[in-house]
Every structure is written in C-alpha cells, then in structure tokens.
DNA sequence: CGGCCGTTTGAGTCACCTCAACCACGGTGG
DNA sequence: CCACCGTGGTTGAGGTGACTCAAACGGCCG
C-alpha cells in the first residue's frame, strides 16, 4: 500500500475511467484512492470476503475465475491495464480475482466510488459503456467455449492476448507481423480459460509452432510469425 | 406495430427498467413507444442491419445468437419478459435477436433512449446494474460452457428456465416441487445454448427422466418431479 | 548435485459427436 | 376418413477429439 501519486502522473490516465473526470473530481478521487500491489498468484478478492474497493488496473493482468464445488475452474475474464477491477452495487462480487502476473492497482472504496458515479454522470456513463463492451466480450467467449475446437480456442486467445498486450496496435485489423508476447498466464491457466486440460494447450501450442504460425520462446514467450493465418484460424467473426 | 397503450396498464411495469421514471418521463416514453410483434421464429434484429431502436419485452422469449461462418452457432442468452432488448451507444449489435415463441415487445426508438438515459439518472443506474448483472450471467454461462458434463448443462437450463418462467418463486431456493414448465426451446436451440448436440440433449433428458428427476409431457412441456435433486445435479454454486 | 515445478510427450479411454434410421404428431388433400 | 408428407424428436451404432493417467524433460534454486 503506497501513498498515492498524483493522478496526472497516471500511466493509464487517457485510457482508464478516471478519464471522465473532470480535474476538480480528478484531484478528489486522488485524495480518496491508493495503490496497492499483488504478486502473481495472489489473490486479490474471494468470493467469501465481501470486497469494499474497486480499483483500475495500473500493471499487471488480474484473472477473474469462478469454480464449481469439485474443483473445476473457470477463468470469466481477464483484465489488463486501465481495465477497472470490481462490482459496484453489490457487496459479494460472483467470482475471485488473482493476480495472474506481478499487479499493480488504484483503488478507492467501493462507497466513495458510487458516490462519485451518482455525481458524475460522464463517469457513470463510461462505466456503463465499459460494461456493455463486457457483456460484448463475454458473449464472444460463449461462442469460443461453446463451439470452437481446441486449435481455435488456443488460436483466439493468442490474438486476444496480442491485441491487449501489444504496443499500439489499431483495435481493429490484424496484429503486425513478427510479434512477440509474453503469455501472462500458465498452460493451467490457459486451459482454464479455454475450457480445454493443459496437457491439451500444450499440443495446440505445438501443432501451431509445427504449422509455423507461431514460435515458442522460453516457457511464457510466443513469436507470432503468421498473424494472418492466427487470426484466420481464430474464426473471430468481427475481425 | 400497434399503438401504444398506456404504460399504466402495462403487465411489466414494475419489473421492467421503465419503472425507475418518473410519471412525466413514463408519459413521455409512452408517447414515444410503440408495440411490436414476433411469431415464433421469426428474426428480429440481425447483425447486418443496424437497429435503430431498443425494446422492452413484454410477453414470450427472445433468444440472441452469434455464430460462426461455417454454420456453427451459440445462443448467448435469453431474455424473458421485462428484459431489455438493444444495444445502446452503439448502431450494430453483435448478436442476432430471434424471436424464440412468440413475442410482443414495446419498442422505442435508440436515440430517444439515449437521451432520455442522458436526462434521468435513476433510468441510466437500472440500466448499469442490468447490465452488470447481465455481465454475471454471462460468466455463470461461460462456467458452464467451459467446464460442466452434459447431464449438469441439461440440469442448469431447466433450473434456469423454471426460474424464470414460474409463477412468482422466490429468486433465491429452489423451485418448488411439483412444477410444470413449457420449454421456449426446441431441442436444436436448447443444444445451441448449451453446447451440445440435439441428440445429447434428448438422451440427458431421457435420463432425467429415469431417475425420476423430470417427466417429460408432450414436445415441449417438462414436469419437474424433484426440483432438489435437480438443482443438485445444475451443480450451482450461488444456490 | 538433487529436488521441485511447469511443461511436454505418449498411450489408452471415454463422453460426446456424427450419421442415419425411426417414430409420433399435425396438417393437407383426395 | 384415411393416405400422405413434413417437421421435430428419439433411438441406435460407430467414430473421434479431447480427456486421463503416467512418465520424462528441462530450467531454477537451494
């Protein structure tokens, strides 16, 4: 837990919610909120412990996992920098959130927050936009786990992941040529997401290094060598 | 299309989002609003054809789909009566609305919506927790999708739709005991939403039958015999 | 060097898919 | 009234993609 630094230093300053404030909000909502910082595999917020902040992710990749009784594991979502982490108007939110890799976050209290959205309505309007592109994504997940093979499954997570974590790659389009990444999750992780077993990423994982699509560097790298064909085998009907 | 009847006589009024305005906003919908009506089947809004309006659904289920250029297609979600149909803030859905029976929406045009989303907060605070609530719904499917057997799937959606189509059960606890539904589904769309193939659907609940959980009564109608055992199998965690 | 962890690789199995026939029902028309 | 047909659902037999279990690999760290 550090001292906040001033918003205007904010490495997610254009990108994150906090963009609708306006300066006088900007320097209240600094007063009220504080940075903490996660290392990975922590978790972040249970299901159990009712979380009373939300937060806007500074660094880092949070996974957002929901599990059946037995053991089972869904990952729901990942959020990476200047994606907002929490549930406002509810004290439980329906899943855990872990740290997937080293995180650093801004938070402020849940009630504060509200507060400020019932002030501001440009801010609530963002939340609201936000969390319709959410229900967007999540909808495109259902298809993935609903109908895609496992090569496309792990296809498509790679292009999701190329576009989060690239540079400055336009949203829309293909991601640019020779590109490397560094997955922010596990073989287990990924299958998680997946809905696929680790034992069977990993195949995917070879079979599209076989194919030349890709290249694995190390255990969490990935050269993209063919973003054509990745995104072509990823079957994302928007793109 | 049908004119507008008064918003007074309305059989969703207090469940749908229009509850939150005021008598003077709820009269200046009404004149804004008109009906519509789906036979069972029919499409309502694809994604080609940019809708220029929303609606709030007044009677039957209404199915929203995406789907994959070689045929393959998901059911991402349904909606019973007063849900809100739409996509605001934005001029093309990402999913096609279907008509899954037959259906009578109330409509108003996209930009009047916006405006008066922009005019009364309380409106836009019951579209952001729907939404929210929309987002949780969705990670509940992708749990499903991703990680649970055919028999648990089959055992969700009836849970699911005996929630929400029984008279007045309570939200929370399971549905009460001798209970007649009629599925708003045939098996081919069940399967769409489940993941599964038309025939597993059949077979699981075939077997549901023999265990005595259900008792199937004509195509569509299921008479749930042991809600717990039921609700045991769907293997919900939030139950 | 030795133990640990994440990952890869291999072999065998199974839940669900595929293909195909069959059945029950409702509508149509002779 | 019944023969016909179309549609939606069920049932059966066989195939397969992903799972399961198990072992080997290769960094990393003490």
Same mark, same amino acid.
């Given at each position: ?57 500074? @660094?880092?990749?949070?996974? #957002?996992?929901?599990? !059946? +009784?037995?053991? &089972?594991?869904? /990952?729901?979502?990942? $959020? ?93 389009? @293909?991601?640019?040529?020779? #590109?490397?990444?560094? !997955? +922010?999750?596990? &073989?287990?992780? /990924?299958?998680?997401? $997946? ?45």
């Amino acid at each position: 837990m550090q001292r906040p630094k001033a918003c205007l230093d904010c490495a997610v300053k254009d990108k994150a919610l906090c963009k609708a404030l306006s300066p006088e909000e900007l320097a209240k909502l600094n007063r009220l909120s504080y940075r903490k910082r996660y290392s990975a595999g922590q978790l972040i917020a249970g299901l159990s412990t009712p979380e009373a902040w939300c937060a806007t992710i500074l @660094a880092g990749v949070v996974k #957002l996992t929901k599990s !059946l +009784p037995d053991g &089972r594991q869904q /990952i729901v979502g990942l $959020l990476f920098p200047s994606d907002f982490l929490g549930r406002p108007f509810k004290s439980t939110s329906p899943y855990a959130a872990e740290a997937a890799t080293d995180v650093q976050l801004c938070c402020y209290s849940r009630r504060h927050f509200e507060h400020l959205l019932a002030e501001q309505p440009d801010l609530k309007q963002q939340l609201l936009e936000r969390t319709l592109d959410a229900v967007d994504a999540s909808h495109e997940w259902m298809l993935l786990l609903g109908c895609k093979s496992a090569k496309e499954r792990v296809a498509a997570l790679l292009v999701l992941i190329a576009r989060r974590l690239a540079p400055d790659a336009g949203a829309a389009g @293909a991601v640019q040529p020779p #590109l490397a990444i560094e !997955l +922010p999750l596990s &073989r287990a992780e /990924i299958a998680d997401y $997946l809905g696929l077993r680790l034992e069977t990423v990993s195949r995917q994982l070879n079979r599209l290094e076989a194919a030349g699509v890709i290249k694995r560097v190390a255990r969490r790298g990935i050269a993209i060598c063919n973003a054509r064909e990745l995104d072509r085998l990823a079957g994302d009907p928007s793109s």
